[in-house]
């Protein structure tokens, strides 16, 4: 659906993406994960033919990029496109014109994607009475209203409190399960492990590491997270190391990456020299993930 080849830009001196390359594939859900400043935003902007790239190439279903392939992207930015005076059909009827939808279609449209986002019931409601969350679901539909064959949702529960990000979440399960193609860009780790197929993470302009998160998780020294809290760290770290674990500093927590998963027994007899105010087992997380491939130190 969307294959992007040696993509180079640059601002002046600033590269912002250098030598970017990925595919997403029809009926994916390709996570992009990066930083402010890795060159998110701008990849969206080539895409959507809003902005050129100094070199590289972008085909949409086998097209190279232009105003004719507009019409296969749909595009929910991460502040929203809405007319906050107008309902919410008004707004889906103002996009789906600009799409060039006929009269008949418009209609159709209109109601489908209102209903697809489940907010049938406030058609004609004005934008500026909706929740934080129905707001959201109305750009989504925007992106949606004349049928694209890739979406582009950029961060789409920045800002949204827990139960509106659960409807958003719940959404792009059904868009996903309806087979539509989306590349999702978001700083929420666990939104990502949710909703993705596959996840890119791009730092500098330059995909580090892309696959599944089970092919992701190969790339990590480790099978397990060990969390542990004690007063002499520097002991529990020696002792650790002695037992080929390797240590790392998440936050300010003490974690090691265990090469094999170890029942509780086990770790507690391996640190029975030292006082320990508490320890817990994690899985390995896109978080762990993350920032192992994302520090140049490792």
């Known amino acids: 659906m969307l294959r992007i080849k040696n993509l180079n830009k640059a601002y002046k001196t600033r590269k912002v993406l250098q030598d970017l390359t990925f595919n997403i594939?029809?009926?994916?859900?390709?996570?992009?994960?990066?930083?402010?400043?890795?060159?998110?935003?701008?990849?969206?902007?080539?895409?959507?033919?809003?902005?050129?790239?100094?070199?590289?190439?972008?085909?949409?279903?086998?097209?190279?990029?232009?105003?004719?392939?507009?019409?296969?992207?749909?595009?929910?930015?991460?502040?929203?496109?809405?007319?906050k005076t107008l309902s919410c059909a008004e707004n889906l009827n103002f996009f789906a014109d600009?799409?060039?939808?006929?009269?008949?279609?418009?209609?159709?449209?209109i109601d489908v994607t209102l209903t697809a986002v489940n907010l049938l019931d406030r058609a004609n409601s004005p934008v500026e009475t909706l929740s934080g969350g129905m707001q959201r679901r109305l750009n989504i539909a925007v992106a949606l209203v004349h049928q694209p064959q890739l979406v582009i949702l950029d961060e789409p529960t920045t800002g949204l409190d827990i139960e509106a990000r659960y409807e958003i979440w719940e959404l792009i399960k059904q868009l996903k399960n309806q087979g539509l193609t989306i590349l999702l860009t978001t700083h929420l780790l666990d939104e990502a492990e949710r909703l993705c197929n596959r996840i890119g993470i791009l730092k500098n302009g330059k995909i580090l590491a892309e696959g599944s998160l089970s092919e992701l998780k190969k790339l990590i020294p480790g099978e397990e997270v060990l969390v542990l809290?004690?007063?002499?760290?520097?002991?529990?770290?020696?002792?650790?190391?002695?037992?080929?674990?390797?240590?790392?500093?998440?936050?300010?927590?003490?974690?090691?990456?265990?090469?094999?998963?170890?029942?509780?027994?086990e770790i507690l007899t391996i640190f029975d020299q030292i006082p320990i105010d508490s320890i817990s087992r994690q899985p390995i997380r896109l978080e762990h993930i993350y920032v192992e491939i994302t520090k140049g130190d490792r």
Do not use: M, W
């Open 25 to 83: 594939s029809s009926g994916e859900v390709y996570g992009l994960l990066g930083a402010n400043g890795a060159g998110k935003t701008t990849t969206i902007n080539i895409i959507c033919n809003l902005l050129h790239a100094d070199n590289g190439h972008i085909t949409i279903n086998n097209q190279p990029i232009s105003e004719n392939t507009k019409k296969f992207i749909g595009i929910a930015p991460q502040e929203n496109l809405l007319y």
């Open 98 to 109: 600009i799409y060039g939808l006929d009269q008949q279609t418009k209609k159709q449209q």
């Open 229 to 265: 809290k004690t007063t002499q760290e520097e002991e529990a770290i020696a002792i650790a190391e002695k037992s080929g674990f390797i240590t790392r500093r998440y936050g300010s927590d003490l974690t090691f990456l265990l090469p094999n998963p170890l029942e509780l027994k």
